[in-house]
C-alpha cells in the first residue's frame, strides 16, 4: 500500500464534508478539535476502511481503489494498526515473550521470525522503547508491572518495527508519558502513514498538515508553515525542559530554583 485517501461524508447534523485527503508513506497527520468534536471516530473510521457506512458517511480508498472485503475484515494483515489512550495488559507474558508472540502471529518477512532474528527483534524494540520513556524497561519484566508510559512506549515501538500494517492511528499521545517527537520519528523512518489525534500544540506542529474537526466533520486542513515550525521547535524544546522536571520530581530532587531561567533556556 503506497496511499490512503479519506472521501468526505457529512457533520452531526447531516450537511456535507468537503472532504478530499490523500495521505502517502511517512506523512504525519494531526487530527484537533474541542473534546466532542468527532476526532476519535475520523480515526474510527480509518480504522474500519469505512465505506459510507459509519455514522459519518465517509469512504476511504486505497491506493485509490476501494478495499476489497478481505482486506477489510480480515484479522492478519491488517492495514491499520490503532494505539488507543488506554493500555492495559492482562496477559501473564515478559515484555520479550509478549514481543515473540507478536512475531510468531505477524511473522513478517524481513521483518524478524523464528529463532535469533526474533531475539534481535526483541532487543531493537526495548532499546527503541527505552529511548521513548524515562522509565527502563526490559525484556524480563512482566508486561503487567508496566506504567502507563512504558506500555505505550513498548506499543510504539512494536508498531514501528515488527507490525506489518502501513498506516498507524494514534489517540492522544500527550497523556503517553513517551517523547513524542521520538515516537513520530521512528514510525516515519519506518514509513509508516501516521494519524495523531491531540490538544497539544507542540504535538500539532509535528506533523506536516493538520485536521479541523468541529460538530463531527473536518472543516479545515491546515499545511504546517515554516514559522509554525520555528514555534513548535520552541514548545517542544519547553516540553524537554517539563521531562527534566519530571525526572528531578521521581528521583526526589528539589525544586527550589530560579524556574524562569530554567525555562528560558529552552527559547534562547
Same mark, same amino acid.
Given at each position: 500500500?503506497?496511499?490512503?485517501?479519506?472521501?468526505?461524508?457529512?457533520?452531526?447534523?447531516?450537511?456535507?464534508?468537503?472532504?478530499?485527503?490523500?495521505?502517502?508513506?511517512?506523512?504525519?497527520?494531526?487530527?484537533? !478539535?474541542?473534546? /466532542?468534536? +468527532?476526532?476519535?471516530?475520523?480515526? %474510527?473510521? @480509518?480504522?474500519?476502511? *469505512?465505506?459510507?457506512? #459509519?455514522?459519518?458517511?465517509?469512504?476511504?480508498?486505497?491506493?485509490?481503489?476501494?478495499?476489497?472485503?478481505?482486506?477489510?475484515?480480515?484479522?492478519?494483515?491488517?492495514?491499520?494498526?490503532?494505539?488507543?489512550?488506554?493500555?492495559?495488559?492482562?496477559?501473564?507474558?515478559?515484555?520479550?515473550?509478549?514481543?515473540?508472540?507478536?512475531?510468531?502471529?505477524?511473522?513478517?518477512?524481513?521483518? !524478524?521470525?523464528? /529463532?535469533? +532474528?526474533?531475539?534481535?527483534?526483541? %532487543?531493537? @524494540?526495548?532499546?527503541? *522503547?527505552?529511548?521513548? #520513556?524515562?522509565?527502563?524497561?526490559?525484556?524480563?519484566?512482566?508486561?503487567?508491572?508496566?506504567?502507563?508510559?512504558?506500555?505505550?512506549?513498548?506499543?510504539?515501538?512494536?508498531?514501528?518495527?515488527?507490525?506489518?500494517?502501513?498506516?498507524?492511528?494514534?489517540?492522544?499521545?500527550?497523556?503517553?508519558?513517551?517523547?513524542?517527537?521520538?515516537?513520530?520519528?521512528?514510525?516515519?523512518?519506518?514509513?509508516?502513514?501516521?494519524?495523531?489525534?491531540?490538544?497539544?500544540?507542540?504535538?500539532?506542529?509535528?506533523? *506536516?498538515?493538520?485536521?479541523?474537526?468541529?460538530g463531527g466533520a473536518v472543516r479545515r486542513v491546515i499545511e504546517t508553515s515554516a514559522e509554525e515550525r520555528q514555534n513548535g521547535a520552541i514548545l517542544s524544546a519547553v516540553n524537554g525542559k517539563f521531562m527534566?522536571?519530571?525526572?528531578?520530581?521521581?528521583?526526589?530532587?528539589?525544586?527550589?530554583?530560579?524556574?524562569?531561567?530554567?525555562?528560558?533556556?529552552?527559547?534562547?
Amino acid at each position: 500500500m503506497e496511499s490512503l485517501s479519506v472521501l468526505g461524508g457529512h457533520d452531526k447534523d447531516g450537511r456535507p464534508e468537503d472532504l478530499n485527503l490523500t495521505l502517502r508513506r511517512g506523512d504525519v497527520v494531526c487530527v484537533v !478539535g474541542p473534546t /466532542g468534536a +468527532g476526532k476519535s471516530r475520523f480515526l %474510527e473510521d @480509518i480504522s474500519c476502511l *469505512a465505506q459510507g457506512d #459509519t455514522p459519518t458517511g465517509r469512504s476511504i480508498l486505497v491506493d485509490g481503489e476501494p478495499p476489497p472485503g478481505e482486506l477489510r475484515y480480515s484479522l492478519e494483515g491488517r492495514v491499520v494498526a490503532q494505539l488507543s489512550q488506554n493500555m492495559n495488559f492482562i496477559v501473564d507474558l515478559t515484555v520479550g515473550e509478549f514481543i515473540r508472540m507478536h512475531g510468531e502471529c505477524r511473522n513478517p518477512a524481513g521483518r !524478524g521470525g523464528p /529463532g535469533d +532474528g526474533m531475539e534481535a527483534m526483541v %532487543e531493537r @524494540i526495548v532499546a527503541a *522503547a527505552n529511548r521513548l #520513556t524515562g522509565e527502563a524497561l526490559c525484556a524480563e519484566m512482566p508486561v503487567t508491572r508496566l506504567s502507563g508510559g512504558q506500555s505505550r512506549a513498548l506499543m510504539v515501538a512494536d508498531t514501528g518495527l515488527l507490525s506489518p500494517s502501513p498506516v498507524v492511528l494514534i489517540d492522544e499521545l500527550e497523556n503517553a508519558g513517551v517523547d513524542r517527537a521520538g515516537a513520530l520519528e521512528l514510525l516515519v523512518r519506518e514509513d509508516k502513514i501516521v494519524l495523531v489525534s491531540t490538544h497539544d500544540p507542540a504535538l500539532a506542529l509535528l506533523g *506536516a498538515r493538520r485536521l479541523c474537526i468541529r460538530g463531527g466533520a473536518v472543516r479545515r486542513v491546515i499545511e504546517t508553515s515554516a514559522e509554525e515550525r520555528q514555534n513548535g521547535a520552541i514548545l517542544s524544546a519547553v516540553n524537554g525542559k517539563f521531562m527534566e522536571l519530571r525526572e528531578m520530581l521521581r528521583n526526589g530532587a528539589s525544586l527550589e530554583f530560579d524556574m524562569a531561567s530554567f525555562l528560558k533556556e529552552a527559547v534562547v
